[in-house]
């Protein structure tokens, strides 16, 4: 496949990976680029006037500059809020390699950028004998990890991108979420992320997002570094 956009992913689950997507949806669009979100796969829906709705779907479709249907971003939704394969049995469902595929390539057809939302963490079991990552890979897509700043994170960040490097994806940078305040000694542990990121892996902090009581696509984006994700994406 080729086509411009970007795989998110990130170090855990509720680590916020949806607020970033959102919020490079908005970026994107601000900048003047058709961008519309995907959301392959997503577990967990809730009835609002009667419909089930994703609250991560929903959340991607109104930030994309494309108008899009809940279906569009999220072709594969399940009701229960587990790991997806685990909701697919359990609904007598399964999740297909190919038509994930075929929505990335026809969404990237209607829009210049598109964002790519992961499910979980980087490598999160689709079927018997393939996951998440296989998918990333399936759309050659740049990543960025989504690190959740709390006691761990080092690791989880560390370990996260090796696995993304270790499928042949470039990680074109990292954007930090402040998930516990205060987070002891947040300075010196976003230091050394900075640190080994650039060590290991030549990427960037794209962004750090603080605890924010107004979490829509404009807030969160107010906090990335342009400079940077100019540099990332190779934008002008």
Partial sequence: MTFKGVFVT??????????VSAGLLHWFGQAGHRSAGLKPVAA????IDGVAVNEDVRALRDASSVTLTDAEVGPNQFTQ????????????????RQALRDAAQTL?????????????GFCVPFGADWDSADL??????????VVGLRLGCLNHALLSAEAIRSRGLRLAGWV?????????????NVATLNHEFGRRHQAVCLGLIPRLADTRPAAVAAHFDAAALRRAFALK
């Fill in 10 to 19: 990130g170090t855990d689950t509720e680590v916020g990976k949806t607020c």
């Fill in 44 to 47: 967990g829906t809730m009835l």
């Fill in 81 to 96: 809020a587990c790991a997806p394969h685990i909701a697919a049995a359990h609904e007598g469902r399964a999740i297909d």
């Fill in 108 to 120: 990237a057809a209607r829009a210049d950028w598109l964002v790519v939302e992961g499910v979980g």
């Fill in 136 to 145: 990333a890979c399936d759309l050659a897509l740049p990543v960025v990890l």
């Fill in 176 to 188: 930090g979420n402040v998930l516990t305040e205060p987070m002891l000694h947040c300075s010196e």
